[in-house]
Structures are given as structure tokens and as C-alpha cells.
């Protein structure tokens, strides 16, 4: 099993993980022609070699080469990802981050997330921070991402509201249910941007696993502490597909007093938040009346916040937590010429062995709504297609 491991001992920004991606072998060239998929003007992306320390990294700077003083919503920036080039995959990923930083913000203004101004990461170096981390995570094709004890730094930072406390408001938001520790710096060390990335990326958080380095790289930050070096180190790295599964949280609570309208809302929130699974189940409560069982599924880094969504969108007033023992099977996507163009396919595996395969379901209703045939038609001829394709190898 493919893996990236995040080791976040100073922290980590949209830029130190770009940083460490190229670092990791991620092509620059290759990153920047994504990211012009986009179609947004007035950036420049700087990579060079640096140093913190003596260990010597991949700094990465987005120089803005135009004045802009565009306040985006979270539907402009939907908008700029939905109407561009990439490919669905990654603005799917790219939209989910935004996301986890726009519900972050929302919930500390006191304001709906559609509403929140993105004065820092509507800027034009938040996005190709955050767009890149999505082109590179897919260029890596990694099966698991996991994430050591998270440093936030001390002091305050400045931003558009003023000075704030370290870590900032929307930070300590992201970072709900993940472990992370304070003052190993003084100045800022994990930024909303990279909270969001971690929050989002990863599958699991602060434990340790049995792994082989295959590769070792550094994104360099932009400030030089004289104590500790300001750098994000990642590990590319194999692990056992197999380890006796890894462990997960299973959430629950029985709700028989809630409009059953909000439970879509609930699920797209949970599902956003990181959730693995959110699924209903009727049932009967006691004087014979009826009601749901919410179950989500979800890593254990991700539990308070799924119980605060829980709280704080349905109606119940009490909650079941159970630990357990989640096996799963290897996942990988690749991209196969079929009729109707490349479709992207996703391929299961249990031990190293094929098991199973698919097209991706909303590429599939895409072409049906465009060609104005059924969606099953579309389906069967793509799946006729990978069959064809894979006897021939």
C-alpha cells in the first residue's frame, strides 16, 4: 500500500506543502499546466532550492503580478474550479478543502458559509496553494495519507481582522479532533490553508505505522527560526495492505423529531467534514413511534466534529460512539479510452490482486445527460469497454 506520511513538527502552510510535493518528484511543469486549466491571470509560481538548518528543501512562492482586490465567496471560487479544464477528480478535492476552510470561517463569524468574504484565501496564491495540493495528491496516487502531531505555534498573526492568537480562530476550527501541540514556535506555523489540507487529505492522524521510506522530502517555509527548522517533511512510503485494519469510529443517535428535509444538508455537512460514510436507518422508538438512526462513519481524528455537526444541525440530544477495526481494500484510479472519450475508472484491489473495477458514477451521468441516453446504457458500454481493454493486455 502506497503511502504519504505529513511529519508536521513546525507546522505546515499551502505553500511548504506545495513545496514539499515538487520536492517529492511532482513535476513543476507539469503542476503549472494544471493549474492555467483554471484560467486565472496575474499569478507567477517561484520554486527554488533552500536551506533551513542545513537540510536543504523546495520553496515555493506564488507572486502575484497584478493588483487584485476581489472579495470571493465560496460560490465565486466554485465557480472559477467548476468552469475550468481540470479534471473532475481533482476539482472535486479542491472544492472539499475550500469547503472545510469556508465552514471553518463561517462557524467563527457567526455567519453562513456561503456568506464568508475569503479576504486571505480568495486571494490568487490561497487558490493555486490549495488547487495544486489537489493536482499533486492525485499525481502522487497514494492508497492512504497519515499525519504525525500537528505544530500550531504561539503568538499572534496578523490578518484582516487584526492582530489574533496563534493558532488562528479558523485553524483551531480545522483542526478539531486532530492531535496537535502548541509552542514549538513563536510565529504561525500551521496556517488555515495547510489545516484544511491535512483535515481533508488525511486518513489517519498521530499514529504510528509500520512503513518503508521510499522517499524523503522538505517543503521549505518562508520565515528562519534560529531554534527549529521551518520546514514540512513528508515520506512517500509502502506499507502492508494488511495490518489487521486500522482503527474507526462508528457515530450514532436516534432522531424521531426532525424534519426529514435537513437530513440531506446533515449528510453533504458530515460528508465534507470528512466522514467516510453517513447512512439512515429506520426504526421503531418506544410507544410505537417512528424514527431514524443517523450513522456516520469516520477516522478517529475526525470524531468532535462530526459530533458538533450532529449537535448542532439535527434535533438530538444524545450520542453513541463505538471504536473498531476498519479493513479496506486498496483503491486506485486510472483513466481508460472508451467510446465516449476517457473515462476515469476506479479499481479495487486486495492483496495486490484485482478485484474489482468501475467507472466513475458522475462522469458516467455526465456523458448520458450530454449524449440524452440513459445512464445505465452508459455504464454497461464503458464497462463492455474496460473488459475489452484488459483482455488485450
Not at 486565472?40 to 527554488?48: D, P, S, T, V
Not at 495519507?145 to 504561539?154: A, M, P, T
Not at 509500520?210 to 517555509?221: H, P, R, S, W
Not at 456523458?367 to 463492455?384: C, D, L
Request: proline share 3%; aromatic share 8%; charged share 25%.
Amino acid at each position: 500500500m502506497k503511502i504519504l506520511f505529513y511529519d508536521c513538527f513546525s507546522g505546515i502552510s499551502g505553500d511548504m506543502n506545495l513545496g514539499a510535493m515538487l520536492d517529492l518528484g511532482v513535476d513543476k511543469s507539469f503542476v503549472i499546466n494544471e493549474l492555467k486549466k483554471l484560467d486565472l491571470r496575474g499569478w507567477k509560481l517561484i520554486a527554488e532550492k533552500a536551506q533551513r538548518h542545513g537540510i536543504s528543501g523546495t520553496k515555493v512562492t506564488v507572486k502575484q503580478t497584478r493588483s487584485e482586490r476581489t472579495l470571493r465567496h465560496l460560490a465565486d471560487i466554485e465557480k472559477i474550479i467548476e468552469k475550468s479544464t481540470l479534471d473532475n477528480q481533482t476539482k472535486k478535492l479542491s472544492k472539499k478543502i475550500f469547503r472545510k476552510v469556508a465552514d471553518a470561517e463561517a462557524l467563527v463569524h457567526g455567519i453562513p458559509a456561503e456568506k464568508v468574504h475569503f479576504h486571505e484565501v480568495g486571494a490568487v496564491d490561497s487558490i493555486i496553494d490549495i488547487v495544486g495540493a489537489a493536482i499533486c495528491f492525485k499525481a502522487l496516487k497514494v492508497d492512504a495519507v497519515y499525519v504525525s502531531v500537528v505544530e500550531l505555534g504561539s503568538g499572534f498573526v496578523k490578518c484582516e481582522h487584526g492582530k489574533l492568537p496563534v493558532p488562528a480562530p479558523a485553524t483551531a476550527e480545522i483542526m478539531k479532533g486532530i492531535l496537535v501541540r502548541k509552542g514549538g514556535v513563536d510565529f504561525e506555523a500551521t496556517t488555515p490553508t495547510g489545516a484544511a489540507i491535512l483535515a481533508t487529505l488525511g486518513t489517519n492522524f498521530g499514529m504510528s505505522t509500520l512503513f518503508k521510506i521510499e522517499k524523503t522530502a522538505y517543503g521549505v517555509g518562508q520565515k528562519d527560526h534560529p531554534d527549529v527548522p521551518n520546514l514540512l517533511r513528508v515520506f512517500l512510503g509502502e506499507a502492508e495492505e494488511n495490518q489487521g485494519g486500522h482503527d474507526a469510529l462508528l457515530i450514532e443517535c436516534n432522531i424521531d423529531d426532525m424534519n426529514p428535509e435537513f437530513f440531506e444538508n446533515i449528510s453533504d455537512r458530515l460528508f465534507n467534514a470528512g466522514a467516510s460514510d453517513v447512512f439512515i436507518s429506520n426504526i421503531i422508538m418506544k410507544k410505537g413511534r417512528p424514527g431514524n438512526v443517523l450513522n456516520v462513519i469516520c477516522e478517529t481524528g475526525h470524531a468532535e466534529i462530526m459530533k458538533e455537526i450532529i449537535f448542532t444541525e439535527s434535533t438530538s440530544v444524545g450520542i453513541r460512539t463505538f471504536p473498531f477495526k476498519k479493513d479496506t481494500l486498496v483503491r486506485k484510479f486510472g483513466t481508460f479510452k472508451t467510446i465516449y472519450g476517457k473515462v476515469t475508472v476506479k479499481s479495487s484491489f486486495y492483496k495486490g490482486k484485482e478485484v474489482s473495477y468501475k467507472p466513475e458514477y458522475e462522469e458516467c451521468r455526465k456523458i448520458a445527460s450530454e449524449k440524452g441516453i440513459p445512464v445505465k446504457e452508459v455504464y454497461n458500454n464503458i464497462m463492455v469497454s474496460i473488459v475489452n481493454i484488459k483482455k488485450q493486455k
